[in-house]
């Protein structure tokens, strides 16, 4: 079952479009309808657990957040990066390449 949607809100970032996301239902600390931040694909954000991108953070390339982290504030996590378990990445915080 998805738990987020793509919606048509965007930015573009060194050529990548990413797309903010939308619940579509209520989990953790996110109530269905809440906005969160930006991912460049569904690959980028599990539809499991309860992961989760909020505000201006953004995750993409092949960057996977899954399990129960979280990515907020103006954090990116992109390329190889993988954020998972209770991990929380925040304020300006890059998390990049094969981490």
């Known amino acids: 079952m998805a738990k987020y949607k793509l919606t048509s809100e965007t930015i573009i970032h060194n050529g990548r479009t990413l797309y903010r996301i939308e619940a579509l239902a209520s989990f953790g600390s996110v109530s269905k309808g809440d906005k969160g931040g930006y991912v460049e694909s569904e690959s980028n954000l599990s539809h499991r657990g309860n992961a989760w991108v909020y505000g201006n953070a953004w995750v993409y390339g092949n960057a996977k957040v899954y399990g129960d982290a979280w990515v907020y504030g103006s954090a990116k996590v992109h390329g190889n990066a993988w954020v998972y378990g209770n991990a929380k990445v925040y304020g300006s ?5 094969d981490a």
């Open 93 to 97: 915080a890059k998390v990049h390449g």
